[in-house]
DNA sequence: CGGAATGTTGATATGCCTCAACTAAAGTGG
DNA sequence: CCACTTTAGTTGAGGCATATCAACATTCCG
């Protein structure tokens, strides 16, 4: 768990990320290999981060997902995004001392660490490199504003759809999906504190997708059978996610 | 309406709002008062920017209040944040072209426009002019997952109690409270557009509040009897905002 | 002053939650 | 590697919070 300097895989993942939104100066790039990074590994559940931290270092995901949540009173909790390799799930922490939320990870998963310091010097070297990360906080903002609307607007089976559709989508712009299939090791618990749903209604709509013929979801690997069907089911437009590339 | 290069209350009102959160050097508030900007009044309910829409300024409200919303299919509306004097609805803009939402003035309203081009050549000359609005961004972000948790997870009186609890408290952190009392010119019908009921039960959370003698809530006042059984009502914890001064 | 928008209240319907009991899978120590 | 324990997933029955509908009262606004 050494740092390093050398350009390496996580560079390589940040920059592909970034470029899914962003124009990068061939500047830039050198600039963003040159970050100093620690890695990580987290088990299954591992908080990353906890409500009330004040990390000195902010997180890209290389591998595995992780996920951002808040902790109530009663003890449950309530998620509201998922990030997969290239997300940086706590970038906020940069200007925001005090975590109002966790993070935490969603099956194993590795992420670099890179200190504040080395971020806030790059970005008074190239302002572009802090654009782009501005950039991304924002996307985050447009996820966050797309939950809002799915949880509050839409009905069960919708909003699951949707949720799906999100997840692959992204996953797809990142190169992460096997064909028609994305590993995302969810439980049904976590889902329904994701989408405001009790356990057994997670499960039915579950088995609602799947006898639509639109998508499966069975532990943990999520597999689009019919995507057309599934955006119509979904009320999915991927315009919120501000990519470049259509897919 | 025309261009003005004056230091204006335009300037006042957001230097004042950006210190709520960041430390602003001299320099950096000379640079915010040389800021250009136009005025513009806006009617109650009427658009500032629409969804697909790509303005190439962005506002600081001046008085009266806007808000975000989605519009859905079904020409349903989902709001998902209120805006008042300082805020920045749509700071978002400069870095994201198009917009995935739309404002629109709940009240008539009056905002200063800031062009793009603008802004960023500040940001260039005073990064730290660029951290204080990306922080200012980051805070909107807070807000938004705060959103997500208080329609998702939390029963419809603490909901209610939760949003007006926000209202006021940043409100009167800017100095926008008469007392116990402040302005907030939102419909019912908003009201559950915003928190995810029907109007029915909008109006019987509001009695319900209102006989609690937490909170009342008429023609488009927010009077705020109780502070602290509001906060326990709504379970309130401000540190989302992170505002500078505590109440 | 009249019409439209907003707010009010009651009665009924229903989508989803709660509870409960059970099955299957995964992880753990002997 | 198997027995055991724990965690995750499944399914049904019943209840309730909140939506829906409807009819009316009030306020706003041209």
Redesign the pocket.
């Known amino acids: 768990m050494g740092a390093e300097r050398t350009v390496s895989k996580a560079h390589q993942i940040l920059i592909r990320k970034l470029k899914e939104h962003s124009r990068l100066t061939g500047e830039d790039v050198a600039l963003i290999n040159s970050l100093v990074h620690t890695i990580r590994e987290l088990n299954?559940?591992e908080d990353l981060v906890r409500q009330g931290d004040a990390p000195g270092s902010s997180a890209v995901v290389l591998s595995g997902m992780v996920a951002r949540y808040h902790l109530l009173q009663n003890g449950r909790r309530q998620y509201f995004s998922f990030h997969m390799a290239g997300d940086m799930p706590d970038s906020q922490a940069l200007f925001i001392d005090t975590m109002d939320h966790a993070v935490c990870a969603v099956g194993p998963a590795i992420v670099a660490l890179v200190p504040h310091k080395e971020l806030m010097a790059a970005f008074t070297r190239r302002p572009t490199v802090a654009f782009a990360i501005w950039r991304e906080t924002l996307i985050d903002a447009a996820i966050f504003r797309e939950a809002i609307t799915n949880n509050s607007a839409r009905?069960?089976?919708t909003r699951m759809a949707h949720l799906f559709c999100e997840l692959f989508y992204r996953a797809r712009a990142s190169g992460l999906t096997e064909g028609d299939t994305f590993a995302a090791p969810?439980?049904?618990?976590?889902?329904?504190e994701t989408l405001?749903?009790?356990?057994?209604?997670?499960?039915?709509t579950?088995?609602e997708l799947r006898s639509s013929q639109a998508v499966e979801f069975?532990?943990?690997v999520l597999q689009v059978r019919d995507w057309d069907r599934m955006v119509e089911i979904g009320d999915f437009n991927p315009s919120y996610l501000h990519l470049k590339r259509p897919t």
């Not at 405001?196 to 039915?204: D, F, K, P, Q």
């Open positions: 299954s559940d009905p069960v089976t969810i439980t049904l618990v976590q889902l329904g405001a749903m009790a356990i057994a209604t997670v499960n039915r579950i088995l069975h532990r943990g």
